[in-house]
C-alpha cells in the first residue's frame, strides 16, 4: 500500500504500513505522536468530535510545515495523517510520524509539525458532547 506523506480524509492507514513507508539506514529515530479524542469532565464529556478541512489548502500548509521542521531539524521525513468527517472518544484521528537521525531532532521537530499543523492548517472541528451540545473549535 502507498501511503502518502499528507493525507487528509476519512481513511485510516495502519502504522506498519506507515512505518514500513520510508526507510533509511542513517535514520536511529523514528517520533510518533497520535492523537486520540477523548471525553473528560473538565472538557464537558465529549461524544465525538466531527472534522472538517479545506483538503487541498491543508495539504499545501502541512507540506509546508514538513519541510520547514526538515529545514529547522535535519529530519528526512515525515507523515502526517489527519481524519476527516465523525471520529468517535477513542479512535486516532491525528498522526505524525518523524524520521531523524537522532531522537532530539525526531521529538523537537515532531512536536513543531503537530503544533503547527493545529495553529496553521484549515482543518476545524466540531466537539458533540454527550448532552447533545456543540462548540466548533
Not at 464537558?44 to 466531527?50: A, I, N, P
Not at 529547522?72 to 491525528?94: D, M, N, Q, W
Request: hydrophobic share 40%; glycine share 6%.
Amino acid at each position: 500500500m502507498s501511503v502518502p506523506e499528507v493525507y487528509i480524509g476519512e481513511e485510516w492507514f495502519d502504522i506498519n504500513d506507515i512505518l514500513n513507508s520510508y526507510k533509511d539506514e542513517t535514520c536511529g529515530a523514528v517520533d510518533i505522536f497520535l492523537g486520540i479524542p477523548r471525553s473528560a469532565p473538565e472538557d464537558g464529556d465529549v461524544k465525538e468530535l466531527h472534522y472538517e478541512a479545506y483538503v487541498s489548502m491543508a495539504k499545501k500548509v502541512i507540506k509546508e510545515i514538513i519541510n520547514e521542521a526538515k529545514e529547522k531539524f535535519g529530519i528526512k521525513y515525515a507523515v502526517v495523517h489527519h481524519r476527516t468527517g465523525v471520529v468517535p472518544v477513542l479512535i486516532p484521528s491525528f498522526l505524525v510520524v518523524v524520521w531523524a537521525g537522532h531522537r532530539q531532532e525526531a521529538f523537537e521537530a515532531c512536536r513543531y509539525i503537530v503544533d503547527e499543523t493545529k495553529a496553521r492548517a484549515p482543518i476545524w472541528k466540531k466537539e458533540i458532547f454527550k448532552t447533545g451540545e456543540e462548540s466548533w473549535k
